[in-house]
């Protein structure tokens, strides 16, 4: 007797996925902000528009890249890493690019804030 049998194997996202909060800035500052992270961490921004942008890493062309992607709605910014490959370095890479682009973007926002203090207590 023969059977037929379908397999479906599903592949492991090698995506890692983060939200951050607006925290008072309109949606244009933080994509401002945003954008000057990812050339801070010297990524190559593919598209932008008023709702988010799409960057790749620049590791050489022979080398582990990703493609990052931001979303800003409902008064917080999704950020999402991606790289085609399947390995387990990769999960930790894209982790890795999230808690990168984090860090600078905080560091900006806190020297935008602390910038801005300073002009309204002059005033």
């Not at 528009?49 to 493609?67: H, P």
Request: charged fraction near 25%; charge should be positive.
């Amino acid at each position: 007797m023969k059977t037929n049998c379908t397999y479906t194997i599903k592949m492991l996202s090698h995506i890692h996925t983060e939200q951050l909060p607006l925290d008072g800035l309109e949606t244009d500052q933080f994509l401002s902000l945003a954008v000057e992270a990812t050339h801070k961490v010297e990524w190559i921004i593919a598209s932008v528009n008023k709702a988010g942008f799409v960057a790749y890493t620049n590791n050489g062309i022979f080398s582990w890249n990703a493609e990052i992607k931001m979303r800003i709605s409902d008064g917080w910014a999704n950020l999402q890493s991606q790289c085609r490959g399947d390995a387990p370095k990769d999960v930790i890479e894209n982790k890795k690019n999230i808690q990168k682009f984090i860090t600078v973007f905080k560091t900006l926002k806190n020297h935008y804030y602390l910038k801005n203090e300073n002009e309204f207590s002059r005033v």
